[in-house]
């Protein structure tokens, strides 16, 4: 009798093993797949990229045109910069002239002697030791004369520069 209901546990048992093992397959029938990327799904998503990428390259290229832009713009200079400017170079081709006066006891007898060829520069020599400049830029000009004192042409800062070596 012990080995009956063995037999019959053990029956009972792999039919409730083989009905597990149905429902299993089952469900594996039922139960659909997961999902792939499909080729679209990747294509949308390169599409997306290229996208992005190439509206960060025209706002690239449109942020460095105006920066170009800002740089090529023409440079502004006011009447105080080109009159400081006129005297800072007659206080050099002044310092040159008298350079060459102390080298040579005489004044040159025009700029080409101390290497300035300038159209914008006009050289008077009035006697042995006088001299007389004139500086044109744009619509201004300045006119120095060798008996007044170098140092009045002289910027503020340009002067404290000087001093200061």
Known sequence: MK???RDDLLKDGEEKVNEVLKDIEKQKIEA???PQPT???K???QVTLIIIV???FIASLYYNYIKIKEMNAPLVITEEE???SLKNYIYLVNAKILLFKEKSARLPNDLSEIFIE???LTYVIKDDSLFSLLCR???LSYTYESTDDPEQLLSGEFLENLNKK
């Open 3 to 5: 080995d009956e209901k």
């Open 32 to 34: 659909p797949p997961p």
């Open 39 to 41: 080729t679209s799904n």
């Open 43 to 45: 294509v949308k998503k």
């Open 54 to 56: 190439f509206v960060l």
């Open 82 to 84: 080109k009159i400081a």
């Open 118 to 120: 300038d159209t914008n």
């Open 137 to 139: 830029y744009d619509d």
